[in-house]
């Protein structure tokens, strides 16, 4: 079975600021990683996402996220953080013998002070 | 429609009672999952919907939970004999044929059990 272990419940931090949420899972297959965010108030969005080819991967907004398989990590991180970023953050797993069902971590709050 | 649209928004009923979740998909899209996202809570997995296929029931967490999927599109997630645990909010979200390419959330239906 697989599983999401997100390391950080909460984080807090300064505007402009960098931030790295911890993300690490188990599995027995070959897995695809996700990160979502939830605004507030509002549904999951996709943020990115690893299939194949390039560890390292990138959003639109700036964040990052590198693929170790070695240590079983997909970490989320961005250089400097703006106070929109403020919302919560799910690391997921997904995989083919599970009918790529996601698995979720139990998430990261990131709030953003000025 | 655009996107994953679920109604209610939000539910308020009393202990005992019995609820429906409605979900209506992204027109095309095969597949169908519901989760439920608890306070402090990572996303939990109930069901899974794929084509005409028999649903993955295995993430329900009793017998008082039921789901049906009618003509492919539109889903009804099932709550009887509601208790206090129950509350949470209810994501539905659906893919295309390549589920890899990610999940399109709804925005959530908030049951409150009182």
């Known amino acids: 079975a697989q599983s999401v272990t997100q390391l950080d419940s909460q984080v807090p931090v300064f505007e402009e600021a960098p931030v790295e949420l911890r993300c690490n899972y188990s599995s027995s297959v070959s897995v695809y990683l996700f990160w979502y965010v939830q605004y507030p108030n509002q549904g999951l969005q996709l943020l990115l996402k690893?299939?194949?080819?390039?560890?390292l991967v990138e959003s639109i907004n700036g964040f990052e996220a590198e693929f170790n398989k070695s240590q079983t990590s997909f970490h989320l991180r961005k250089p400097s953080v703006h106070i929109s970023d403020t919302a919560e953050y799910f690391c997921a797993v997904s995989d083919s013998r599970n009918d790529y069902k996601l698995s979720f971590g139990a998430g990261t709050t990131v709030t953003v002070r000025a | 429609g655009a996107g994953v649209s679920q109604s209610p928004s939000n539910k308020v009923t009393e202990k005992g009672k019995d609820v429906e979740l409605r979900c209506d998909p992204i027109s095309g899209h095969t597949a169908l999952y519901w989760y439920r996202q608890s306070l402090g809570q990572g996303l939990e997995f109930l069901i899974y919907f794929q084509g005409n296929s028999a649903p993955d029931k295995s993430g329900l967490p009793s017998d008082r939970f039921s789901a049906e999927r009618t003509g492919g599109s539109v889903s009804t997630l099932t709550i009887q004999r509601t208790q206090q645990e129950d509350s949470a909010v209810y994501l539905c979200a659906s893919t295309g044929s390549t589920p890899l390419y990610g999940y399109t959330f709804g925005s959530g239906t908030r049951l409150t059990v009182v």
């Open positions: 690893y299939l194949s080819g390039s560890t």
